[in-house]
């Protein structure tokens, strides 16, 4: 383990994200029904296939990392210090709202546009609120929390802390 590196708490890490990913769902919602005047009721319709499609991407592409499958080792003794989720899933959703909308524009030109939004941001947060559940269940079970270190490629690296 690098110097200056902190264990991170897997539940802390989904939590935030789910959070944020909930916020931009609310933003998204809001944008496309006052700036593409769509109709709420289509939205309430086919919102949900596009949460599912698109939670089922994000969840074996991304966060499924953070669920562990068996027996996790401890922690380096190293540094046994604790780092709270940091800011940068708030820095990537004020990123990507603007990114969305212009999607949300053309999947509108093809009719399409309540799979992709909300159902992108939708998808994404179900995705981290199934690994935070997992990740609970693991811990329950186990009777030790999940942290993990992130590799240099952006992997996380998972341990079993008391």
Known sequence: ????EDLRDARERLA???RALLFGS??????????????????VLTAP??????????????TRRYVPTGPLPEPPPRRPSWRPGRVRS????????PLSVGLAWLADAWDLGTVFVP??????AVAQGVALALVWRWEHRHRRRVVFLEAEDGDPVLYAAP
Do not use: H, K, P, T
């Open 90 to 97: 708030w820095i990537w959703l004020g990123a990507s709202i």
């Open 49 to 62: 296939i596009g949460m599912v499609l698109w939670g089922a991407v994000y969840f074996f592409a991304d």
């Open 1 to 4: 383990m690098a110097e200056g």
């Open 16 to 18: 935030s994200g789910a």
């Open 119 to 124: 159902g992108q941001w939708l998808g994404a």
């Open 26 to 43: 609310a933003v998204s919602v809001i944008a496309v029904l006052v700036l593409f005047d769509w109709n709420a009721r289509d939205l």
